[in-house]
């Protein structure tokens, strides 16, 4: 492992030494690539550098202990060591982790979908509830977002919701958001004062460049109509929105949350790319579809993967076994410590693998 450091860090510094060439200055292309393998290992370069420091530190203390003939600074160089080796510990820990295989889409933006699942009235409400936290959890992080289609009703609840997080590792993040979330509340609506169980669905979706999904316009058909909702008279006097349909994989999409035609169709573009590039990334998948299904299933309360309890106020993952409370800030989007825990989780589950 120490090997494949050393060798990370003189890539790092060949790196630095090449986009420093004025030739590769000139070379737009050419130094877009440099700086992209560069931020791809640069945390782990920095770690290991920590972890030489640290381990230059331990040998001279050794090398105190082995020479030195005061009693005085044999006794401090034994107290020095215990932190020491106890930092070493921990460096080698990270460095494991920071070495396992890395999915290739965590540096990517993101489409997120949320659909209202099981439960009526209340699921959409669920759903708006989620549309909201993960909108807050992006401004912690100062990541952009973009409404790309909503279809919302008169009680501000959700029937469905796409958009755009734009930010470092908001993949890398939001990945483990994937799935069936689940709600035990008295909603809004029970005048009776009874505890509903409803659902809502959330799917993530790595977004693509350009350059990766080629689609050809012949493979496309375009329908432009009068966006539907709320947005004044202006929705009923332009056709604005539009629906993309992707003919060779029956992929439809529809945005019409932008006044623009041009930037409903650009937006509608960006999910239909990212939805192909799902496609292709899953092996033996022919259709996005099948890779939505892995990750939202049919929406049945008994496919969940967290349990939101309003009157216990408490969050329960149901793919670790964790509960937390504090609700209220969770909702605020403080998602930290349960991404967290998750991520932790899965680390530990490569670690193991790449033990075996």
Same mark, same amino acid.
């Given at each position: 492992?120490?090997?494949?450091?050393?060798?990370?860090?003189?890539?790092?510094?060949?790196?630095?030494?090449?986009?420093?060439?004025?030739?590769?200055?000139?070379?737009?292309?050419?130094?877009?690539?440099?700086?992209? #393998?560069?931020?791809?290992?640069?945390?782990?370069?920095?770690?290991?550098?920590?972890?030489?420091?640290?381990?230059?530190?331990? #040998?001279?203390?050794?090398?105190m202990l082995e020479t030195e003939t005061d009693e005085e600074l044999r006794t401090m160089a034994?107290?020095?060591?215990?932190?020491?080796?106890?930092?070493? #510990?921990?460096?080698?820990?990270?460095?494991?982790?920071?070495?396992? /295989?890395?999915?290739?889409?965590?540096?990517?933006?993101?489409?997120?979908?949320?659909?209202?699942?099981?439960?009526?009235?209340?699921?959409?409400?669920?759903?708006? $509830?989620?549309?909201?936290?993960?909108?807050?959890?992006?401004?912690?992080?100062?990541?952009?977002?973009?409404?790309?289609?909503?279809?919302?009703?008169? *009680?501000?609840?959700?029937?469905?919701?796409?958009?755009?997080?734009?930010?470092?590792?908001?993949?890398?993040?939001?990945?483990?958001?994937?799935?069936?979330?689940?709600?035990?509340?008295? /909603?809004?609506?029970?005048?009776?004062?009874?505890?509903?169980?409803?659902?809502?669905?959330?799917?993530?979706?790595?977004?693509?460049?350009?350059?990766?999904?080629?689609?050809?316009?012949?493979?496309?058909?375009?329908?432009?109509?009068?966006?539907?909702?709320?947005?004044?008279?202006?929705?009923?006097?332009?056709?604005?929105?539009?629906?993309?349909?992707?003919?060779?994989?029956?992929?439809?999409?529809?945005?019409?949350?932008e006044r623009s035609q041009l930037r409903n169709r650009q937006k509608a573009m960006a999910v239909?790319?990212?939805?192909?590039?799902?496609?292709?990334?899953?092996?033996?998948?022919?259709?996005?579809?099948?890779?939505?299904?892995?990750?939202?299933?049919?929406?049945?309360?008994?496919?969940?993967?967290?349990?939101?309890?309003?009157?216990? $106020?408490?969050?329960?993952?149901?793919?670790?076994?964790?509960?937390?409370?504090?609700? /209220?800030? *969770?909702? $605020?989007?403080?998602? $930290?410590?349960?991404?967290?825990?998750?991520?932790?989780?899965?680390?530990?589950?490569?670690?193991?693998? #790449?033990?075996?």
């Open positions: 492992m120490l090997d494949r450091l050393a060798q990370l860090e003189i890539r790092y510094n060949d790196i630095e030494l090449e986009m420093a060439n004025p030739d590769t200055i000139s070379d737009v292309k050419r130094l877009q690539e440099l700086a992209q #393998e560069r931020s791809g290992i640069e945390d782990v370069v920095a770690l290991y550098r920590q972890y030489k420091k640290i381990e230059k530190q331990h #040998e001279d203390t050794l090398y034994k107290q020095e060591l215990v932190p020491l080796e106890s930092a070493l #510990e921990q460096f080698l820990h990270e460095l494991k982790i920071a070495l396992l /295989p890395r999915d290739p889409n965590d540096r990517r933006d993101v489409i997120v979908e949320i659909r209202a699942g099981t439960g009526g009235d209340e699921a959409g409400i669920f759903a708006a $509830d989620l549309f909201r936290m993960y909108l807050r959890y992006a401004q912690t992080h100062n990541w952009s977002t973009e409404i790309i289609d909503k279809n919302e009703s008169a *009680i501000g609840s959700l029937k469905e919701v796409v958009f755009e997080i734009k930010g470092k590792g908001a993949f890398s993040r939001l990945k483990y958001e994937r799935g069936v979330h689940r709600v035990q509340r008295v /909603p809004v609506t029970e005048s009776g004062g009874r505890i509903h169980t409803s659902t809502a669905t959330v799917a993530v979706l790595p977004e693509a460049d350009d350059v990766e999904i080629d689609i050809n316009p012949s493979d496309l058909r375009v329908d432009i109509f009068h966006s539907g909702g709320a947005g004044g008279q202006n929705v009923n006097k332009v056709a604005t929105a539009v629906r993309l349909t992707h003919i060779p994989s029956g992929l439809v999409v529809v945005c019409q949350d239909l790319r990212a939805r192909l590039l799902e496609a292709k990334q899953v092996e033996h998948e022919n259709e996005i579809s099948s890779e939505r299904r892995t990750q939202v299933g049919n929406a049945e309360r008994a496919e969940k993967i967290r349990t939101y309890n309003f009157p216990q $106020d408490r969050v329960t993952d149901h793919r670790i076994g964790i509960s937390m409370h504090n609700l /209220p800030k *969770i909702m $605020d989007g403080g998602l $930290d410590e349960l991404i967290d825990a998750v991520a932790a989780s899965e680390q530990a589950k490569l670690l193991e693998s #790449e033990l075996v």
